[in-house]
């Protein structure tokens, strides 16, 4: 028994099989009436509307046959679905290709087989409309016409069916980001703690309300803002400037190293000096693990002479 090569687009074709959802689903009456329709033309005793998946071929519709499915190894439709034109074959026990196949020297006796792919737009062969005799036949071209036709029609259906089920999961994704920034930007306004992303060149592109607060500027003016920036007038614990290149946000987005309780100080447009605690957290690309963003998160912490001074030893300034 030759079992059929895998198509060239195989990786392409059993993609559309599953957007197609159509694997295992209930009886549907549009292919009731295709089967229907096959056997009064054809006059076959097996009509099949088959999908060929990676290890089986499934059908949809059956006329003629009790089982749901059968080997891909087996399937006469595997062989079909490296074309786009009609497989015909007249008598199986005298094609090298199916000669020792069980569906043939067993039930249900595949002898003569005319399969006509289905083909949906993009090119991709899902499976046949195939009609099945158990004796040597000559299919006519009437016949043959008929199942091509059908196959078309169920292609033209399920490329229907996948454009409702793209439209139906491209809603679902558009609400379910929705809902998923509602609760980002739910939780953000919520935090007492002050939250800024840093993108790849250093600069501020997203931040919370408590963020502007504790730095005493608008959310505005925190856009773009890069830690090189003058006007942060950060200092250390020991009372040394804190040049940006050094601030945690920008150490984590060098190295990769998120950064825990760095103690930095920055005075506000009105003067008046805060202390806080950061914490840094680098953001990677799932694609290939680059660092896109920075995560900084920060609280005000008091600070006097003591502890400002413990503070300064502890970091080595």
Not at 117 to 142: F, H, K, M, Y
Not at 180 to 208: K, T, W
Not at 228 to 239: L, V
């Amino acid at each position: 028994m030759a079992r059929a090569p895998y198509p060239l687009d195989e990786a392409t074709r059993l993609d559309a099989l599953m957007r197609a959802a159509i694997l295992d689903t209930e009886a549907e009456q549009y292919f009731e009436d295709i089967v229907d329709s096959v056997q009064q033309v054809v006059s076959a005793p097996i009509v099949l509307i088959s999908m060929v998946d990676e290890w089986r071929q499934w059908f949809k519709a059956r006329r003629g046959l009790d089982v749901q499915e059968t080997p891909r190894d087996q399937a006469f439709c595997a062989h079909a679905i490296l074309s786009d034109v009609t497989l015909i074959v007249q008598d199986s026990r005298q094609d090298g290709r199916f000669q020792d196949n069980p569906l043939v020297t067993g039930e249900p006796r595949v002898i003569a087989y005319a399969g006509a792919p289905i083909v949906l737009e993009n090119g991709a062969r899902l499976g046949t409309v195939c009609a099945i005799d158990q004796t040597p036949r000559q299919w006519s071209a009437a016949e043959i016409a008929h199942l091509e036709r059908n196959a078309r029609l169920v292609a033209r259906h399920i490329d229907a069916r996948r454009a409702h089920l793209e439209q139906d999961r491209q809603r679902f994704l558009e609400m379910a980001l929705a809902r998923a920034e509602l609760r980002y930007q739910s939780v953000l306004e919520s935090m007492s703690e002050g939250m800024v992303v840093h993108g790849v060149s250093g600069a501020i592109i997203d931040s919370n309300p408590a963020a502007a607060h504790i730095l005493g500027v608008s959310e505005d003016q925190l856009f773009g803002r890069v830690s090189k920036d003058p006007a942060w007038r950060a200092i250390k614990t020991s009372g040394d400037d804190f040049p940006g290149d050094e601030h945690p946000a920008m150490v984590t987005l060098r190295t990769g190293i998120p950064q825990h309780g760095v103690i930095m100080g920055v005075e506000t447009q009105k003067g008046e000096r805060r202390w806080l605690s950061i914490n840094s957290y680098p953001v990677r690309r799932p694609s290939d693990g680059a660092i896109h963003q920075v995560v900084a998160v920060f609280r005000i912490v008091e600070m006097n002479a003591a502890t400002i001074e413990k503070s300064a030893r502890a970091s080595g300034s």
